[in-house]
């Protein structure tokens, strides 16, 4: 058998470099949870008026926890009093068919504190006391910009698009250049 002279050091580089291996293999995988901003089309003819919720998937950091939510805040019963002032709200949470059959507008990677801030507005959101549901003044859209202020996106609310989610959902992709969205017709 032939034998290779070794080079002074070569043992020690050898064994900092399986330490060194061994330390990346031993490192937890990279988690994170990511909200998706969706609308729907709705139709008045068909029972779903238009809609815009929050989806949110991924791995929380700390725990490896899997997230798998979504929440939208609507009145609590669709009727015509809706029309005329606010009525009883709640948060809704979509079933994946019908999550599956909306329009994803955006998406944004959160970290685990950004997430805990987003599930106490959606509980101070369904904690609402008495009538806050108001088509003008507090709808899907007010909630989920609630929500995206919270992960640092530019909003604004302009009157005519307050009963328009995926136009005012556009409009947000508009105000924030960042988020490389594409406008959905």
Not at 55 to 65: N, Q, R
Request: aromatic share 12%.
């Amino acid at each position: 058998m032939h034998s290779f002279p070794r080079r002074p050091g070569t043992d020690r580089l050898i064994a900092t470099l399986l330490a060194l291996a061994a330390a990346l293999f031993a490192l937890p995988a990279w988690a994170s949870v990511t909200v998706h901003f969706q609308s729907f089309n709705g139709s008045m003819f068909f029972g779903r008026y238009p809609h815009t919720f929050v989806v949110l998937t991924g791995t929380l950091d700390a725990t490896g926890e899997e997230i798998r939510e979504n929440y939208g805040f609507t009145a609590k019963r669709v009727t015509p009093a809706i029309l005329s002032g606010p009525v009883e709200s709640e948060i809704m949470v979509e079933k994946d068919k019908y999550v599956e059959s909306t329009n994803r507008h955006f998406s944004v990677v959160i970290p685990d504190k950004t997430y805990w801030r987003i599930r106490e507005e959606v509980d101070t959101w369904a904690n609402l006391p008495g009538k806050g549901y108001d088509l003008e003044n507090r709808n899907c859209i007010h909630f989920v910009g609630a929500i995206a202020q919270i992960v640092g996106l530019t909003i604004s609310y302009p009157k005519d698009l307050m009963r328009k989610p995926k136009a005012w959902l556009n409009l947000m992709s508009a105000n924030n250049p960042w988020l490389n969205a594409r406008e959905i017709d």
